[in-house]
């Protein structure tokens, strides 16, 4: 955005507000993967142009000491198609170059393509000007910024996937979004509690890194009975808006604003960072404390803070929390970063088990003893199916 007014664009007065749109992704840190992995890039409104600034080195990463790509591995002995998908997974190179147009999902890479060289230089001389206009120098700022980092690790050779290396393999979409399945607006919530003589009941459903097109009721290979019956059986809403990664999307379900309003926009809150959720902030939980909602409970991930208490949700409007401050932890030992990152109000908790089914155990008697006491919030947030990808076996034999 730049700062820039988007009023010319929303008066008709321009046609677009940009002609380029660039990101940044830098992937240190992230839970098993490498200290560093550079991406940038740029889009024009149909070319997406991709730099990789370690191509030499190789994604390794929680998935790839999975069972279901240790499978891949082992059928790319002798499938052609398995074995191209694994190096593709693995083995990003230098530059890329998509037609998103015609290319939604980047499969095909026309980096090679001869007739693609002017879009490439075009697209690059681009790229190159807004680096340096951001004082970007590619991988030495990556090791820069590495070098400052809490809690830095040994620096390897081995590099993290994409975003859109995950989804070649498991057939997802490029562009991953959190969904909810009921969402009562924070902003309109006063108005809709003073109107009700009854206060309903409040819940809310959010999954971790879903894509649209992964369940079933989208036509997707993937089983989601449960989701089906729900949209069978209820209202879908076919038209949003969310940030395609987690702190922002949380920051604005749990506000009702924006989240760039208040510097929360582009990036998530990892283990070593010591900012949250903006105090000054109100919440959904706040304001239905002001109007005679007892219990308001969050069960699941938080993602909004966790090094202060004043960003913890007990301080953030909630009057119950069960489960984990950071995001992408262990469904089975319930740790971030070796660390155990489970928690029963402001106290550690040593519960064990499949992080799925705790959250699903503690919400169900959340609603058992709230319903008891007048209305109640419950936001029950999972961490599935975010990655590292680690499913119970027992679950999924009987569906495929």
């Not at 988007?6 to 008709?12: A, H, I, N, R, S």
């Not at 070319?47 to 998935?63: C, D, H, K, M, S």
């Not at 590495?146 to 997802?172: A, D, L």
């Not at 706040?286 to 301080?315: C, E, F, Q, S």
Request: hydrophobic content about 30%; charged content about 25%.
């Amino acid at each position: 955005m730049d700062g820039e007014s988007f009023k010319p664009v929303l008066t008709g007065k321009k046609k677009a507000h940009k002609k380029y749109s660039f990101s940044l992704q830098t992937t240190r840190g992230i839970n098993a993967g490498s200290p560093y992995y550079g991406i940038r890039s740029v889009y024009d409104g149909r070319y997406r142009y991709i730099v990789n600034l370690t191509p030499e080195a190789t994604f390794q990463n929680v998935e790839t000491k999975s069972p279901l790509f240790k499978e891949w591995k082992r059928l790319a002995e002798t499938d052609s198609h398995a074995k191209a998908m694994t190096t593709k997974y693995q083995h990003r190179p230098a530059i890329e170059l998509y037609d998103v147009k015609n290319d939604p999902y980047c499969m095909k890479n026309l980096a090679e393509d001869a007739k693609q060289a002017s879009t490439i230089s075009r697209l690059d001389k681009e790229l190159k000007r807004w680096m340096k206009d951001c004082g970007d120098e590619g991988q030495p700022t990556e090791m820069r910024a590495f070098e400052h980092m809490p809690g830095k690790r040994k620096i390897s050779r081995h590099t993290v996937k994409t975003n859109k290396t995950q989804n070649v393999i498991y057939k997802s979409y490029i562009m991953k979004k959190e969904f909810f399945g009921l969402l009562c607006g924070c902003t309109l919530l006063p108005a809709f509690l003073h109107a009700q003589t009854e206060r309903p009941n409040i819940v809310i459903v959010l999954a971790d890194d879903l894509g649209w097109g992964d369940v079933g009721f989208h036509g997707s290979e993937i089983k989601t009975p449960c989701l089906d019956a729900l949209v069978g059986e209820g209202v879908e809403l076919e038209r949003f808006y969310t940030s395609p990664i987690s702190t922002p999307t949380r920051a604005g379900l749990m506000t009702g604003r924006y989240p760039n309003r208040f510097g929360v926009r582009s990036a998530v809150i990892p283990p070593w960072r010591e900012d949250g959720l903006d105090e000054n902030e109100e919440t959904m939980a706040d304001m239905l404390a002001r109007n005679g909602y007892k219990n308001r409970a969050i069960i699941g991930k938080w993602h909004l803070g966790h090094t202060k208490k004043v960003h913890y949700p007990m301080n953030r409007g909630f009057s119950h929390f069960y489960g984990h401050l950071n995001g992408a932890i262990d469904y089975f030992d319930l740790t971030r970063e070796g660390e155990l990152d489970w928690h029963n109000d402001w106290e550690t908790c040593h519960d064990k088990g499949y992080s799925t089914e705790l959250i699903t155990k503690e919400a169900i008697h959340c609603i058992d003893a709230y319903e008891k006491e007048g209305p109640f919030m419950l936001y029950v947030a999972y961490n599935a199916p975010h990655t590292p990808l680690q499913a119970q076996e027992k679950r999924y034999k009987t569906l495929y």
